[in-house]
């Protein structure tokens, strides 16, 4: 008779056992996925917090004084736009959205212009945009308060500098300097304030959050400071370090979750197996009599094992899915469609878990594979 038809025969005659195993390591993948998840969902989150909270690197040009800076919201100086290419290749700032900021007196109300360009990614990566605010050739994007004190709708024609755009948009109110800004699209603004080729400022988000990194600002510097001499590197501290520490919280979170949750369920595998090779030593005894080497008699518990974590591994992966996506949103208020179930996880969980519960086998299947046989048969007589 076959492995696999041993196997098969002895799930089914011990069928309440191996169904607690199977609930065991199907709890184990469940709970796993359901932490990463709704960690990775949860990081998810605060990106999109930050693009209403704004980017957490400032980068201006060589010169630039702070405290002129602070005080009128925007550099007096400017930068060539080739500085962007430089910023390719390193690995500490990513979403750049290079700026062009001037103030304008348009329509007797001071208005803050600002140019923007779409975020540009690090080494050439394609990322779903996050930052979100991209205007369209021609057109406007208002804040709220200038809209509302110079009477502008959406859909509306206006002149700027002598020249005509159209409103896409008018933001909603929130309360700081952008219910005065006026968005347009970064060439256009190069254009009419005769800055070709120039910007003056570009924002980044900070990519390193590692606590090993004491000084995430002198981090940023030594990488930053080569590739743009005399650039005047800010680092939004509050916004970086609010970011830094949910994304450290998630892992310290899963690291200290998980493995209490994976020796759990290795000891009661561990257990139900030695259960089941001590209910099977008269088995056990027959089959080394027979001729069985302990190389198949290791088989048949082991393909038992993997077996079981094969059919624990795809409940967990349908019971973790169905929690992240379901209860985790009503728990923790995640964006419907903020946690995703894709094709890698699922496939690491139907590999790693038969795996887990071989390994989780390993010590009752090397005491089913020493004992004498003899000795075996002869205390079952």
Known sequence: MSILRLVTKELLLRRWSALLAVSALGATVAAALFF???ARSNEGETRILQRDMGLNILILPPGTSLDAYWAQGLAPGSMPVEF??????QGVANRLVPMIKRRHNWQG?????????GEIFKQGKTMKPVFGRVVEPGSLVLGDEIARLLSLEEGASVELLGRTFSISRVLAPVGDEQDVQVFLDLGDAQSLLDLDGRITE???LECHCSEEVADPLAALRVELDPLMPGAVIVRREALADARRDQRQLAGRFLQSGFPVIAGLCALLVGALCMLNVRERRAEIGVLRALGKSSGQVAALFLGRAAFLGLL?????VL???????DLGRVLFETR???????????????FVTPAFAAVASLIPVALAVIQDPVRVLGETS
Do not use: K, Q
């Open 36 to 38: 990463f998840l709704l």
């Open 312 to 316: 624990g591994g795809a409940t967990g």
């Open 319 to 325: 019971l973790g899915g169905f929690l992240a996506s």
């Open 109 to 117: 109300r001071e208005v803050l212009l600002t140019g923007i360009s």
């Open 336 to 350: 419907a469609g903020a946690v995703n179930l894709e094709l890698d996880l699922v496939l690491v969980a139907l």
């Open 202 to 204: 570009i924002e980044a």
């Open 84 to 89: 962007l290419l430089e910023l390719e290749d």
